[in-house]
């Protein structure tokens, strides 16, 4: 039988590049993660594509709780691309979780300035039924 090998040259640099940040941040240990800051470092990526990677950088810390960390990557990425949405959302989610809300809702209006229209409800729903989530995990 004929064994096919996939190679970078097929599946494409990019591609591979992707798939290793995906299996990195899947990981989640800080070594890992480590490595993601090295292939951005050494690959010649857009700013966009950068912001993206920052942002799941910061979802990883964020479900890690280590908020301090998810700030750092959530603020690059917006340093990145500053018209990227999702960022400031989630700054103002992890300022709520700090218990800073003076922050919290400066990137929410942030926020609400890029879409051009209040944020009230999103913003609240996604806070709220992550207060409820952690309330129920305390009672199990």
């Known amino acids: 039988s004929i064994v096919k090998y996939t190679t970078i040259s097929t599946i494409g640099k990019n591609a591979f590049l992707d798939k290793a940040i995906q299996m990195y941040l899947e990981v989640g240990t800080e070594e890992s993660l480590t490595k993601i800051y090295k292939i951005v470092e050494h690959n010649n990526y857009s700013n ?28 690059a990425s917006i340093k990145l ?10 700054v103002s989610s992890t300022y709520l979780a700090l218990g800073q809300s003076d922050k919290a809702e400066l990137y929410k209006g942030q926020a609400a300035t890029l879409l051009d229209k209040p944020l009230p409800d999103l913003l609240d729903t996604e806070i709220h039924e992550q207060e409820e989530f952690m309330d129920l995990l305390g009672n199990i």
């Open 81 to 90: 691309n500053p018209k990227f949405l999702d960022p400031y959302i989630k």
């Open 48 to 75: 966009e594509k950068k912001a993206e990677i920052y942002y799941s950088l910061g979802n990883k810390y964020f479900s890690q709780k280590d908020y301090n960390k998810a700030l750092i990557e959530y603020k």
